[in-house]
């Protein structure tokens, strides 16, 4: 056995163990690709050093609180960058930069105060990034109002300005979390006018108050919303593109969850994976109906029908009153 592996691997596993409150065996036996009897010996080795490790029935394994390594004053935004910046490494596209970010991380969090793992825990379920985000992408400043509300879970009062609208409207909301979709941030939010979660565009949110208010009720962390709504309104929709044609459709395609395509001499086949309401692809599709036409589901070309003999109806009434 290599024993400086082998020590390099114990180190980490004490520094995993102080950054978070508890670790299961399961995350260590995936994080260091070892066995179950590999992870009890390593863990009775840091014992035998004198490490005062705690097993936690059903949960995992924990440093007995008070044994750590002198906490560093890390504030409130310095951890809330720790975590965003977590969450884009974690999408990082070479594998080497994104292990030693990791593991350079773990380090820094084993000095984390308790309440500060805590607050980072949080946090983790209150960033959501979609699987091709580039770390290039805008992220507002308000970002750490908003994530603050998450944590100490109080109300804030945004200023909101809506599509096509001149002026802002005031929205008192609970802050759920953040994601990123389609090249721009959302807030996901409990919006206390229309009593039901809203998501809310964060490049128009023009000015955030958190306030004294506590939240009125319980949340669910963001991922539930994003895994639900993923994968109850996803269509599968397939069209073919006249091939001189296709390249008009490639700024738009990845907003509606484009996955691929089959080219041929004259055609070219698109697949969407659509995350979106079907109308707002239809209404899409419209622009390129003289040259492409929907494959399946068949019964979009009904709504896309409707639309158009309402548009030609509504022109017709024009020339009518002119």
């Not at 056995?1 to 995936?30: A, G, N």
């Not at 692809?281 to 109906?289: D, N």
Request: hydrophobic share 40%; with cysteine.
């Amino acid at each position: 056995m290599d024993i400086t592996k082998r020590f390099d691997r114990i180190l980490q596993i004490f520094f995993l163990l102080q950054s978070k409150s508890v670790v299961s065996t399961e995350e260590l036996q995936k994080r260091f690709e070892i066995s179950l009897r590999t992870i009890y010996r390593d863990l009775k080795a840091l014992e035998i050093a004198g490490i005062p490790i705690v097993n936690e029935s059903g949960a995992g394994y924990s440093i007995m609180e008070g044994f750590r390594l002198q906490p560093s004053r890390f504030s409130q935004e310095e951890i809330l960058s720790l975590t965003v910046a977590e969450k884009v490494m974690q999408k990082h596209e070479t594998e080497f930069v994104k292990k030693h970010f990791e593991a350079a991380l773990i380090k820094i969090k084993s000095s984390f105060q308790v309440h500060q793992k805590r607050d980072f825990l949080h946090l983790e379920d209150a960033i959501h990034l979609k699987k091709n985000f580039k770390s290039i992408d805008y992220l507002p400043n308000i970002i750490d109002i908003l994530l603050n509300s998450t944590i100490k879970k109080k109300i804030t009062h945004i200023h909101y300005l809506k599509s096509g609208d001149l002026h802002e409207v005031g929205r008192s909301v609970e802050p759920i979390g953040v994601f990123y979709e389609h090249n721009l941030w959302y807030l996901l939010a409990y919006c206390h006018l229309r009593k039901d979660y809203r998501n809310f565009r964060l490049d128009r949110i023009k000015k955030v108050l958190m306030l004294q208010d506590n939240f009125t009720i319980t949340h669910p962390p963001i991922n539930e919303f994003r895994d639900k709504d993923f994968s109850e309104n996803r269509m599968q929709i397939k069209i073919r593109v006249d091939r001189k044609y296709a390249n008009y459709l490639y700024w738009d395609r990845q907003i509606f969850g484009f996955t691929g395509e089959e080219i041929s001499d004259d055609f070219v086949v698109m697949d969407f994976d659509c995350p979106l309401p079907v109308v707002s692809f239809v209404r899409w599709f419209i622009k390129f109906v003289d040259v492409a036409e929907i494959i399946e589901p068949a019964h979009l070309n009904n709504e896309l029908v409707e639309i158009m003999e309402s548009g030609l109806k509504r022109i017709k009434n024009k020339e009518t009153v002119s």
